[in-house]
């Protein structure tokens, strides 16, 4: 599996962003898909998460701001930032599961919030 994902960039704090996330190759062995995103210094965290049933599941810090949804047709990964604020700023990765527990990750996307 593939993927490449887009939509980052700089918004002033309270806006909106929506990235987007295309998976190719093997995607029908596709189940969970999720966002992560990480800051220089710190690990990797987890945004949001998308099972194969399409129950999602949030961080705390972005629970009632962030909207993760996928697009099954195209085997795209959306997630949809509202309210955005200084500390949402990070390099935000798309990342799957496939039916036989491998992990793929996308190449990651920068996402600035100013003040």
């Known amino acids: 599996v593939q993927l490449q994902a887009s939509g980052g960039g700089l918004v002033q704090a309270g806006g909106s962003l929506r990235l987007s996330c295309e998976a190719s190759?093997?995607?029908?062995?596709?189940?969970?898909m999720g966002w992560y995103r990480q800051t220089q210094g710190k690990e990797r965290e987890l945004v949001a998460i998308?099972?194969?049933?399409?129950?999602?599941d949030y961080a705390e810090s972005v629970r009632g701001r962030f909207v993760i949804s996928r697009d099954s047709a195209t085997y795209t990964l959306y997630l949809q930032m509202n309210s955005l604020k200084l500390e949402d700023t990070a390099v935000y990765y798309c990342?799957?599961?496939?039916?036989?527990?491998?992990?793929?990750w996308g190449q990651g996307t920068l996402v600035t919030v100013s003040s």
């Open positions: 990342n799957v599961k496939d039916l036989f527990r491998r992990i793929y």
């Open positions: 190759g093997s995607r029908f062995s596709i189940t969970e």
């Open positions: 998308l099972d194969s049933r399409n129950r999602s």
